[in-house]
């Protein structure tokens, strides 16, 4: 019985990955960020929630942010992001505001309007099964529900 379980609860990785890249697909996005750290840092457990941090001063809602280690010895992340309502619409300085607060803090960005949502949560997705890389959700859990969803039932996402 145990290995029935396991067999119907454990997916191989790219099933994993198609179901992250559903989820993602599913909520709409407003910003694709990459982010390389220009100083040496290897935390990879911290370092999503720093970029939470700046994001969400900006007013960001939800994030997804992925984070691999980079050739050079620090960090690379690859991030979705929400912003409320028509935030993110709304001018252009609001990018470029979000763009020099993350270059500031951590080095390299790039903060591009999402264009692809398929091509861009494909790309974030990966990060979940590809080793040594981390990734995190932040925001309210509220936002995280997909809009079709009638607030019955939990979904959960397969794991490896």
Not at 74 to 99: I, N, V
Not at 127 to 151: C, I, L, M, Q, R
Request: hydrophobic share 35%.
């Amino acid at each position: 019985m145990e290995g029935s379980f396991q067999v119907s609860f454990y997916q191989g990785k790219a099933e994993v990955k198609s179901a992250y890249a559903d989820l993602l697909e599913s909520l709409p996005w407003d910003y694709f960020v990459t982010q390389t750290y220009r100083h040496l840092h290897r935390d990879t457990i911290s370092a999503p929630a720093r970029h939470w941090e700046h994001l969400q001063e900006a007013g960001a809602t939800r994030a997804f942010v992925a984070v691999e280690p980079h050739y050079l010895d620090g960090l690379h992340l690859h991030t979705l992001a929400r912003f409320p309502g028509k935030m993110a619409e709304a001018t252009l300085f609001h990018r470029l505001d979000l763009r020099r607060t993350l270059k500031d803090n951590f080095g390299f960005v790039t903060v591009d309007r999402i264009k692809s949502p398929e091509q861009v949560t494909n790309y974030c997705s990966k990060y979940v099964t590809k080793g040594p890389a981390a990734y995190e959700f932040f925001g309210n859990p509220g936002g995280w529900s997909h809009p079709t969803d009638t607030g019955e039932g939990t979904a959960q996402l397969p794991m490896l």
